[in-house]
């Protein structure tokens, strides 16, 4: 399912953090890591930092939605 | 258990989430991993945001119900 | 050890959730994950609201067992 | 390691548990699930409650050790 | 990578847990779950008690390394 | 995806942790374990202490990116 949004722009929530993320979907593998580039952290709707490029941990993603 | 809800209206809660999202579930994998359509997200009854398309990752559910 | 519960009234405690829920285990799988039908949930051994028919993701669940 | 304390009283420490459990380790599959008899509560060193007849999910223990 | 450490004594930091624990690895399996002895509970560098044998779910398990 | 990390200094979000890490990524394995060399823990961007060797369980990882 995630698969079909990679090149685009994603929204991830993580487990047990208040912040978000923000970022063009690079590569999904089976269990649900994904690399992001282009990263943008935000909280309450602000933003916080540039991350740039990043892995995030599959079984740590709560929620991914495409971007718009 | 899931699969039989496929096409239906949905509530799910996610772990560590004070939020709950109701939408209609389009498709589950064996992991639970579910995709889930017109999503909004609901805190102590109220309805907080329209959230659309979004997959939710299995092992982070916590409970899912038909949506009544 | 689980599946011989398999048409009996259970508590279940869930991982970071406060209350608890009571209800007829209908199924369970090799994941631990349960169908209970007529789920009542409890907060310090207070009845807070019927749920009906509901699935509960094994990995998450903390403990199960018989409701006497 | 674990299937060496069968038949023996443990002490059980759960995830996001204040509490812990204390009792006879009747049996233990692949994943750490177990199912413990004569359950006892304990917190803060104070018993709380029995809780009799129980199955613990394997990936929400923290630690398990011989109760002496 | 942390079987290179049975036999030495080892800091082991687990999921929300607030203290740590210090002892020496006596043994680690697949999945990272380890037994530990003569273990040692230390919280904000004050110990805190002993716990003597004890094994540890790998799962959740946040850090291992050796204690010099 | 993280591979390709092997032998450059990263940054490692762990789950419930509010510091983070900062070190060589000597090796990583198929669970995202990974070890790191020269461990620093930073906390609200101020250097904590050194750590030196540490093993970080894989499934509690967050958020993995090369450190800049």
Same mark, same amino acid.
């Given at each position: 399912?995630?698969?079909? +949004? &990679? *090149? =685009?722009?994603?929204? /991830?929530?993580?487990?047990?953090?208040?912040?978000? +993320? &923000? *970022? =063009?979907?690079?590569? /999904?593998d089976?269990?649900?890591?994904?690399?992001?580039?282009?990263?943008?952290?935000?909280?309450?709707?602000?933003?916080?930092?540039?991350?740039?490029?990043?892995?995030?941990?599959?079984?740590?993603?709560?929620?991914?939605?495409?971007?718009?």
């Amino acid at each position: 399912m995630v698969k079909s +949004l &990679v *090149g =685009k722009v994603i929204r /991830v929530e993580m487990k047990g953090e208040e912040s978000e +993320l &923000v *970022g =063009k979907l690079e590569s /999904v593998d089976d269990y649900m890591n994904i690399h992001i580039s282009n990263a943008v952290e935000y909280r309450n709707g602000e933003k916080i930092r540039n991350l740039g490029n990043l892995v995030l941990r599959g079984n740590n993603i709560i929620l991914i939605q495409p971007y718009e």
